[in-house]
């Protein structure tokens, strides 16, 4: 299971961090990527994460401002979030890829989900 939290209402400029808490399997051997599905528009990746290794992987559009990491020891994932701007608004989800190896910002690689937690940025 994964679970999603840390969504909430901020002004632009403004920082979160989600939090998505793991359970049920051995982290460690999985990659979790974040995604986001703003209203009317496509699911994307945004960042994603090798547990084993943390090498990491970023959509353009958030490098420098988010950043992905874990916690083996709480089996938990984080996105911080800074500099956050209108079009960052979007329901985030967490999710498992299905399969080992290198992560990556494909929704069909992923087969377990969380339930997304709402991130709006007010202008």
């Known amino acids: 299971q994964l679970q999603a939290s840390g969504g909430g209402l901020v002004q632009a400029g403004g920082s979160l961090k989600l939090s998505c808490l793991t359970s049920?399997?051995?982290?460690?051997?999985?990659?979790i990527g974040w995604f986001r599905q703003a209203p009317g528009k496509e699911r994307e990746g945004v960042q994603c994460?090798?547990?084993?290794?943390?090498?990491?992987r970023s959509k353009e559009a958030v490098k420098g401002r988010f950043t992905i990491s874990r916690d083996r020891a709480k089996n938990t994932v984080y996105l911080q979030m800074n500099s956050l701007k209108p079009e960052d608004t979007a329901v985030y989800y967490c999710?498992?890829?299905?399969?080992?190896?290198?992560?990556?910002?494909?929704?069909?690689?992923?087969?377990?989900w969380g339930q997304g937690t709402l991130v709006t940025v007010s202008s």
């Open positions: 999710a498992r890829m299905s399969g080992y190896g290198p992560c990556n910002l494909n929704s069909g690689s992923y087969t377990h």
């Open positions: 994460i090798t547990i084993d290794n943390g090498i990491t």
């Open positions: 049920g399997f051995t982290m460690d051997i999985y990659a």
